[in-house]
């Protein structure tokens, strides 16, 4: 093979991986911390409750199981991580990726899947950012409508989405939506349609299959 064709395809590689780094989620971004940890100058680290201090020179603290306040001067400290929990964790992530919609919508999608209890928040969330209508945001919107039982709000971010992008998630999408708003003729159009994109899609498969058992189990033609 050229040694200029080698060269290509290696770039090619490389621009490949370093695009499907950057739509992944780091990893370390979603553990939850349920202490302060100050780093000392000596690689020292000590686990605790940061207090407020007036003194900005110093750090006041204590130290778990201790009722203590203790100080130590900031010079003596090389860093300082504080607490996180899924709440500030869905914050910290929201404000980094606000202008990066993908990593946003995957990031909130992490978020879900690893914590319970903060699904309301995420919908927030959610909401606020899909004014800017990225596919992501309105995608993962509908879909979390979807779950919390507002199908009619799913269907019209499908809608959108099909405006824009007539992609097999977002038909996927109206599907599931017309079928919970007890459509079945018009949601299993939308799956067809789907289907026609994405052929080998084991959830549009299974959306189609639950479509045709219902409507088989109660007698009910498609209409």
């Avoid at 680290?45 to 003194?55: A, P, Q, R, S, Y």
């Avoid at 058992?213 to 498609?222: A, R």
Wanted: glycine share 4%.
């Amino acid at each position: 093979m050229p040694t200029r064709t080698v060269l290509y395809l290696t770039t090619l590689l490389v621009l490949a991986g370093a695009g499907l780094r950057a739509a992944t989620p780091d990893p370390t971004a979603f553990e939850v911390q349920p202490w302060d940890e100050i780093t000392m100058q000596n690689s020292t680290v000590i686990k605790c409750t940061i207090l407020e201090t007036d003194d900005k020179n110093k750090i006041r603290y204590r130290k778990p199981g201790s009722a203590s306040v203790l100080e130590i001067p900031l010079s003596e400290t090389k860093s300082i991580k504080r607490r996180s929990s899924p709440e500030t964790i869905l914050e910290n992530l929201a404000v980094k990726y606000k202008d990066n919609p993908p990593m946003l919508a995957a990031s909130v999608r992490e978020v879900l899947k690893r914590f319970r209890g903060i699904e309301a928040r995420a919908l927030k969330l959610l909401e606020e950012h899909s004014a800017k209508g990225h596919k992501d945001v309105l995608l993962l919107l509908g879909e979390r409508y979807l779950v919390e039982g507002k199908p009619e709000a799913a269907e019209d971010m499908a809608r959108k989405l099909l405006a824009a992008d007539k992609s097999a998630a977002a038909y996927l999408l109206l599907g599931k939506a017309l079928a919970a708003r007890q459509k079945p003729a018009e949601a299993l159009a939308a799956l067809e349609a789907a289907k026609k994109l994405d052929p080998r899609s084991e959830d549009v498969l299974v959306a189609i299959s639950e479509i045709q058992l219902t409507s088989s189990g109660s007698g009910d033609p498609l209409q």
